[in-house]
């Protein structure tokens, strides 16, 4: 066997590689993220890491696919329970959509691969915007299926979801980033506030609301 086999054969397994490197974002930022330096903590020459990844910009789309399948894994769990009432599940979806505070590793991460799109070419593109599209499709789904239940009022639910997912957001950098009174429980109660006010049916006059 060639050296290059052997070290090939050596190699820890992708998913290794985008666990130590979400790790090393946590630990240190995205700053602390290079190619040397994650070969390092790996066991491998950032030659070879190339060789998986080409550049740091694929290394950093392929990192943010694989947490965001962690995550949507998580959601299609929690949404995925229907004896629990709508809202209840619409909370959940927020709470995961949140960041936990400043330096969220996956919001850091998120927020610098959406800075480079403006520059990546079409297939990043893509992926980045199929990320999206299976936050959006899952929150149009439970909005239906409130609908269809009577849970909720009768809106049309991807412009709906789409003004949430904005509202989270925005909210979300805000949490991100740090920016003083936008903590993520300040964030948590507005949005549940936009919930109940948009979504939760009005009582019939007389009646007390549920």
């Known amino acids: 066997m060639t050296p290059a086999a052997r070290?090939?054969?050596?190699?820890?397994?992708?998913?290794?590689?985008?666990a130590a490197a979400m790790a090393m974002i946590a630990e240190h930022g995205l700053d602390g993220l290079t190619m040397a330096g994650l070969g390092r903590e790996v066991g491998m020459s950032s030659g070879h890491l190339l060789y998986y990844f080409r550049t740091k910009d694929e290394l950093l789309l392929q990192?943010?696919?694989w947490s965001e399948g962690r995550l949507g894994a998580e959601r299609s769990a929690l949404l995925s329970r229907g004896t629990l009432p709508v809202r209840e599940r619409l909370l959940a979806y927020v709470d995961l959509y949140v960041p936990e505070g400043p330096r969220d590793p996956h919001w850091t991460?998120?927020?610098?691969?959406?800075?480079?799109?403006?520059?990546?070419?079409?297939?990043?593109?893509?992926?980045?915007?199929?990320?999206?599209?299976?936050?959006?499709r899952d929150l149009v789904a439970l909005l239906a299926e409130g609908i269809s239940r009577g849970e909720l009022r009768r809106v049309d639910p991807d412009r709906i979801a789409a003004r949430l997912r904005a509202l989270l957001d925005g909210f979300s950098?805000?949490?991100?980033?740090?920016?003083?009174?936008?903590?993520?429980?300040t964030v948590l109660t507005h949005v549940h506030e936009f919930i109940d006010d948009t979504l939760l049916p009005t009582p019939l006059p007389g009646l007390p609301a549920s």
């Open 63 to 65: 990192t943010l696919e």
């Open 173 to 185: 950098v805000h949490v991100a980033v740090g920016i003083p009174g936008a903590g993520r429980e």
């Open 7 to 18: 070290r090939r054969n050596s190699a820890p397994p992708r998913e290794a590689l985008l």
């Open 109 to 136: 991460l998120w927020l610098e691969v959406w800075n480079r799109s403006q520059y990546a070419d079409a297939d990043a593109r893509a992926r980045q915007a199929a990320i999206e599209r299976a936050w959006h």
